[in-house]
């Protein structure tokens, strides 16, 4: 073994310790920001699911074919 470097005696510096800690913070805040984020609009979204009979909608009927000439004049 050398006696010249030995891993016991290694310290890590002050800076590196509050650099770590700090680090530690932002992370934390980001991650619980994006959670946040992701709760907000999951509690805050509507959805509204509708319901139409599809001969409605068939463009073959009537009403269908006055409903698609809507959609297209706008």
Not at 8 to 30: C, D, E
Not at 42 to 70: D, H, I, Q, S
Request: glycine share 10%.
């Amino acid at each position: 073994m050398s006696a010249i470097l030995t891993i016991r005696n290694l310290k890590l510096p002050g800076v590196a310790r509050t650099a770590l800690f700090v680090g530690t913070v932002v992370v934390l805040g980001i991650v619980g920001g994006l959670i946040g984020w992701n709760v907000y609009k999951k509690l805050t979204t509507n959805t509204v699911v509708a319901y139409f009979p599809t001969r409605w909608l068939c463009p073959l009927t009537p009403l269908g074919r006055a409903l698609f000439r809507r959609v297209r004049r706008s």
